[in-house]
């Protein structure tokens, strides 16, 4: 018997994915840029057995149990590993698999679940099978979930859509430690499944909206080139204004199709208008939003500018019941912020009352994939017997 546990990280897309060339081998209509979030806060994590006192191949995420005959994406991943374990040390006939995964953060509400979920599997089933190529195993992840590939490098990550299986790769841009001072918050709205998964919307999108040919094919290049630039110039300000602009595009193609999308609810359009009041404010771009498909914001800033925000943001969403609202991740200290009275005056007129925003995750750049034990011990999620412990 083998047994491996690793760990894989959420990326959060600055230049959004939206709709594909190949849905078989999820190939993207457009490139796209992403930021790797810290493990320490938001990640997925898979322990996977393997074994001959196995009668069959079984999967259980987040407690419950998954057949995974019935994921056509889950049997391409196991598949294609089998075939390229035969260069390895091999996958026997008579041997079969036992996969256990789970979330520290929510699944399905627009968080990139499944992006975390299947590079922490393609990535654990090839260190399995000492399949090490980072682009095999990206490739892999991509075949699972699309963005999954960019989960695989940390830092900045650039996936090119290519044209085939081999041309569709991503590739780190930078690393987790060449822009240290960056920061992200994913305020969470809503941490229920969606009504609209993104599998269907990119369908739909592709069907119906005329705005989303015209997207790929004369803006995200753009975007990516002038983001990419503002990366490797450490320009805050550029990156600010291109990332919050690509995430209007591609929520405003979810409303262009028939019928219309809505990931976006009114609680994300106050975190929306919040950020332009403060960066009109400050007279530059403090931090930026972007929205995947779901209602929770994510916002990117630098390290100097969280404490502002996490107190304007907790001015605007008071607890029902007079307490705080929690921050998970990085602390810091705002006591001693003092908030502009025309900032104050904003917020008290559009102060949300109850209980709208749940919680912020407060985290930075972070690395890709870890193993985190070879063995059955206190990170592996299955028993001996090949069953979850919990």
Request: include cysteine.
């Given at each position: 018997?083998?047994?491996?546990?690793?760990?894989?990280?959420?990326?959060?897309?600055?230049?959004?994915?939206?709709?594909?060339?190949?849905?078989?081998?999820?190939?993207?209509?457009?490139?796209?840029?992403?930021?790797?979030?810290?493990?320490?806060?938001?990640?997925?994590?898979?322990?996977i057995a393997f074994?001959?006192?196995?009668?069959?191949?079984?999967?259980?995420?987040?407690?419950?149990?998954?057949?995974?005959?019935?994921?056509?994406?889950?049997?391409?991943?196991?598949?294609?590993?089998?075939?390229?374990?035969?260069?390895?040390?091999?996958?026997?006939?008579?041997?079969?698999?036992?996969?256990?995964?789970?979330?520290?953060?929510?699944?399905?509400?627009?968080?990139?679940?499944?992006?975390?979920?299947?590079?922490?599997?393609?990535?654990?089933?090839?260190?399995?099978?000492?399949?090490?190529?980072?682009?095999?195993?990206?490739?892999?992840?991509?075949?699972?979930?699309?963005?999954?590939?960019?989960?695989?490098?940390?830092?900045?990550?650039?996936?090119?859509?290519?044209?085939?299986?081999?041309?569709?790769?991503?590739?780190?841009?930078?690393?987790?430690?060449?822009?240290?001072?960056?920061r992200i918050l994913?305020?969470?709205?809503?941490?229920?499944?969606?009504?609209?998964?993104?599998?269907?919307?990119?369908?739909?999108?592709?069907?119906?909206?005329?705005?989303?040919?015209?997207?790929?094919?004369?803006?995200?290049?753009?975007?990516?080139?002038?983001?990419?630039?503002?990366?490797?110039?450490?320009?805050?300000?550029?990156?600010?204004?291109?990332?919050?602009k690509d995430s209007?595009?591609?929520?405003?193609?979810?409303?262009?199709?028939?019928?219309?999308?809505?990931?976006?609810?009114?609680?994300?359009?106050?975190?929306?208008?919040?950020?332009?009041?403060?960066?009109?404010?400050?007279?530059?771009?403090?931090?930026?939003?972007?929205?995947?498909?779901?209602?929770?914001?994510?916002?990117?800033?630098?390290?100097?500018?969280?404490?502002?925000?996490?107190?304007?943001?907790?001015?605007?969403?008071?607890?029902?019941?007079?307490?705080?609202?929690?921050?998970?991740?990085?602390?810091?200290?705002?006591?001693?912020?003092?908030?502009?009275?025309?900032?104050?005056?904003?917020?008290?007129?559009?102060?949300?009352?109850?209980?709208?925003?749940?919680?912020?995750?407060?985290?930075?750049?972070?690395?890709?994939?870890?193993?985190?034990?070879?063995?059955?011990?206190?990170?592996?999620?299955?028993?001996?017997?090949?069953?979850?412990?919990?």
């Amino acid at each position: 018997m083998k047994i491996i546990t690793a760990q894989a990280p959420v990326n959060i897309a600055v230049i959004k994915y939206w709709g594909k060339k190949d849905e078989n081998l999820i190939i993207p209509l457009n490139d796209s840029i992403s930021g790797t979030l810290s493990m320490e806060h938001l990640c997925a994590t898979t322990s996977i057995a393997f074994s001959n006192e196995f009668d069959s191949n079984r999967m259980w995420l987040n407690n419950v149990e998954v057949k995974i005959e019935d994921n056509k994406r889950l049997v391409r991943c196991i598949e294609n590993v089998r075939k390229l374990a035969e260069s390895t040390i091999g996958w026997p006939s008579d041997h079969h698999i036992r996969i256990c995964s789970k979330n520290n953060f929510p699944t399905a509400a627009g968080l990139a679940s499944s992006a975390a979920g299947y590079a922490c599997l393609c990535y654990a089933l090839c260190k399995l099978f000492e399949i090490n190529d980072p682009k095999i195993i990206s490739s892999l992840a991509r075949l699972g979930s699309g963005s999954a590939c960019r989960s695989i490098y940390g830092g900045i990550v650039r996936w090119i859509a290519g044209y085939d299986h081999q041309t569709s790769i991503a590739r780190q841009v930078i690393t987790e430690n060449e822009w240290p001072e960056i920061r992200i918050l994913v305020c969470v709205v809503n941490d229920h499944r969606k009504d609209t998964s993104s599998t269907f919307g990119m369908q739909l999108s592709c069907q119906t909206s005329p705005l989303i040919k015209y997207r790929a094919e004369h803006v995200v290049l753009e975007h990516c080139d002038q983001i990419t630039k503002a990366i490797m110039e450490r320009n805050f300000e550029k990156f600010a204004e291109i990332t919050m602009k690509d995430s209007n595009q591609f929520h405003a193609i979810c409303q262009d199709t028939y019928p219309p999308i809505r990931y976006m609810n009114d609680i994300s359009w106050s975190i929306v208008n919040l950020i332009h009041f403060i960066n009109n404010l400050f007279g530059y771009n403090v931090a930026c939003y972007t929205f995947d498909a779901g209602p929770n914001a994510c916002i990117y800033c630098l390290d100097n500018n969280v404490p502002i925000l996490i107190k304007s943001i907790r001015r605007m969403f008071q607890k029902s019941d007079g307490t705080e609202l929690a921050i998970n991740g990085i602390t810091y200290q705002t006591d001693q912020i003092n908030i502009d009275q025309k900032l104050s005056d904003y917020i008290d007129i559009r102060k949300r009352m109850g209980d709208d925003l749940k919680y912020i995750i407060s985290t930075r750049l972070g690395s890709g994939p870890k193993i985190l034990s070879n063995q059955y011990d206190s990170n592996c999620l299955l028993s001996a017997n090949g069953l979850p412990k919990n």
